[in-house]
């Protein structure tokens, strides 16, 4: 057995009469040893690669059906919240609903990039099992939890330090709602940037944690998502069924926030009159 452990091609050649396994293991022990810790390293990788436990092993962007998960993760979206500001009370005018989705659009958006990208990076490192899948998995679970807290603090110390309410797109500072008809493009715009700013700073928080405590999260995405054994159906559990259930989560809180708070108590004084 002890010849397989050499590199391929090794055994088969002969130098003067002797086989080249004789001339290795006359020159040193190490050698065959180091020839062993070799092969058996590479069989153990092939046996980890078998099992899908190799960080390449489910990947969240590299074929056909990597891009078609993305437009149904993004149609899921769409429709959640849709849903959404169709059973709300008072409802919004659907401009107005517009212009507030468009801030969580735009940053679901750029989290879902950043995400993708923190999963690819992370995956690469060789020093544990977790795939591209379970650390997008982490990622978004963290995003739509504790990620959810970081915004809404940071939306208000905004609000605090930039003097304006978040979803008011009126010319002016008043509580009407004349300014739904004809809302001020500029101030939206600059509402999305400061929003997208908020989220960029949650995700470098959400990095930091898991840079700080790397082998937790590893331990808890492998155990979270290697369940599944098929790639193709983890990918769809990753990247479809758990944002589904955290966005809408997500969403709905991230909204109650979001729009302009004053509209809905003026709405609700007129109602009683």
């Known amino acids: 057995l002890v010849p397989y452990l050499l590199p391929e091609g090794v055994h088969a050649q002969r130098l003067d ?17 180091l020839a062993s810790s070799g ?4 069989a153990a990788a092939g046996a980890t690669r078998a099992h899908g436990e190799s960080p ?4 969240v962007l590299g074929d056909t059906f990597g891009f078609v998960v993305q437009g149904v993760l993004f149609g899921v979206v769409m429709c959640t919240m849709l849903t959404k500001w169709w059973f709300e009370n008072p409802r919004r005018q659907f401009v107005t609903f517009a212009l507030d989705s ?4 735009v940053g679901a958006g750029a989290i879902h990039v950043m995400n993708m990208l923190c999963a690819i990076t992370f995956a690469k490192n060789a020093n544990h099992a977790s795939d591209e899948c379970a650390w997008y998995w982490v990622n978004i679970m963290i995003d739509t939890t504790f990620g959810v807290v970081v915004c809404y603090g940071l939306l208000k110390l905004t609000e605090l330090l930039f003097g304006y309410d978040s979803g008011h797109y009126g010319k002016s500072g008043g509580t ?7 809302p001020d493009y500029k101030k939206w715009a600059w509402q999305i940037c400061v929003w ?7 995700k470098l928080v959400v990095v930091l944690m898991m840079l700080a405590a790397t082998e937790f999260w590893v331990k808890v995405s492998v155990a ?6 098929d790639h193709q159906t983890r990918l769809i559990f990753v990247m479809v069924v ?9 969403f709905c809180v991230q909204d109650s926030f979001l729009k302009y708070q004053k509209l809905a108590t003026a709405t609700e004084g007129k109602a009683e009159v």
Do not use: Y
């Open 39 to 42: 092969s058996m390293g590479a």
């Open 196 to 202: 997208c700013v908020i989220t960029g700073i949650m």
């Open 242 to 250: 758990t944002p589904t259930v955290m966005n809408i989560f997500q």
């Open 224 to 229: 979270a998502t290697h369940w599944i054994v």
């Open 102 to 105: 468009s801030k969580q659009v």
């Open 176 to 182: 009407g709602i004349d300014w739904e008809s004809s």
């Open 56 to 59: 390449a092993g489910c990947q």
């Open 17 to 33: 009469g002797r086989s080249a396994f004789g001339d290795v293991v006359g020159m040193t022990p190490a050698v065959t040893l």
